[in-house]
Each structure stands twice: as structure tokens, then as C-alpha cells.
Nanobody, 121 residues
Framework: QVQLVESGGGLVQPGGSLRLSCAAS????????MGWYRQAPGKQRELVAV???????NYADSVKGRFTISRDNAKNTVYLQMNSLKPEDTAVYYC???????????????WGQGTQVTVSS
């Protein structure tokens, strides 16, 4: 079993910053890409940012220049530093990871439980 545990959400004023963390634990042989998605009320879940095991990153156009994704492979943890937050960034943020549990195992898609980020004055 693999668990992804997120932390760091909350309420912040426009222009403020938050840092999300997501730690993976359990039966893990290798973690491939890790990323963050978000879902606002009445909208579909969308990709925010993703980082590969080699450190390559990709961002949604709406967050480029404001958000930074990083990972600590030794801790199986991914971070999302969010700066210059806007009301439209308000959503539930979900951590995602592609993980194989042992040598030769298939890669499985795992999700965290989600953490609320609210940007409001």
C-alpha cells in the first residue's frame, strides 16, 4: 500500500504565498513523476505542475512564473511553492505520484486526499 499525505493548505490573502508538501510512504520501489492538480468548485480537475524523477518540470500556463514545484527524492516528497496567489487559484489541491511498488511491477497512479487552498481578502 502507498499513501500520499498532503499538508500546507489554508487561507491566504491575494498576493500572498503558501507552500504545499506531499509525502509518499509505504511499499515504494521507485517514484516516477510527481505532481499537483487542482479542482475548483464546478470545474474539472486540472494539472498545475509536474516534476519527473530527473527533475524536469512542466507547469500550467496560468501558474508559470508564480508557482515552483520541487522534490526531495530521499524523502519521497514533492513541494509546491505558490507565490503571488490570486483568488482564481482557490481550489482543492491534490498530490499525484506514479509509483512502482517493486522491481518489475507496473506503474500505478496514486492520489492524495486533497488540501484546500483559499485565496481571499
Amino acid at each position: 500500500q502507498v499513501q500520499l499525505v498532503e499538508s500546507g493548505g489554508g487561507l491566504v490573502q491575494p498576493g500572498g504565498s503558501l507552500r504545499l508538501s506531499c509525502a509518499a510512504s509505504g511499499s515504494i520501489f521507485s517514484i516516477y513523476a510527481m505532481g499537483w492538480y487542482r479542482q475548483a468548485p464546478g470545474k474539472q480537475r486540472e494539472l498545475v505542475a509536474v516534476i519527473t524523477s530527473g527533475g524536469n518540470t512542466n507547469y500550467a500556463d496560468s501558474v508559470k512564473g508564480r508557482f515552483t514545484i520541487s522534490r526531495d527524492n530521499a524523502k519521497n516528497t514533492v513541494y509546491l511553492q505558490m507565490n503571488s496567489l490570486k483568488p482564481e487559484d482557490t481550489a482543492v489541491y491534490y498530490c499525484n505520484a506514479l509509483i512502482s511498488a517493486y522491481w518489475g511491477a507496473s506503474i500505478t497512479d496514486y492520489w492524495g486526499q486533497g488540501t484546500q487552498v483559499t485565496v481571499s481578502s
